[in-house]
């Protein structure tokens, strides 16, 4: 569990750090545009991610595909943290593996109670962005999760819960 504490700092810190000196993005990726030296992005991902690697699989006993699954998503956000460029694609199917995977990892082996962190943010996000189902399709919706740091709060509650199953030792 101590890898897991070790990981959950260095993630804190470096979102604490990156959000006082920037301010709130969009996603958290979109911190590696604004270090100086980027790579600092991908190196935070890869640490905390190889840090909770023997935890989570302790937790999941003979079924390891799950945490697999999400940190190999995390590890490749972080192998493709240009997000607006060329690593678009790449980025992008990590993050919602990642994101998917982590949350069934909560579900099944984790503090499911945690899972309940979801319905402020989904509360939150229909009111800021004054929810209308037929948005869906209409151009501008980008803009408007963009101005509320959608994606940002989300992978929050994703790291929250993620973390509250490592550090609490799951249900």
Known sequence: ???????????????????????IPESLSQTYYHIPRGFIFTLTIWI?????????MDMTGDLKIIPFLGILGSLLVGAAPRVRDEDRTVHNIGAIVSAVFSQIFVAV?????????????LFLLAVSIKFDPR???RPGLEAKIDKVRLVFWFEMVCYFTLYTSLLG???
């Open 1 to 23: 569990m101590i890898l897991s504490w070790i990981s959950f700092i260095i993630l804190l810190t470096y979102i604490l750090w990156t959000t006082t000196k920037y301010g």
């Open 48 to 56: 905390c991610n190889f840090l909770i690697v023997p935890q989570a």
């Open 109 to 121: 082996y984790g503090n499911p109670w945690s899972m309940l962190a979801w319905i402020p943010a």
């Open 135 to 137: 948005e869906l399709r």
């Open 169 to 171: 030792g799951g249900a």
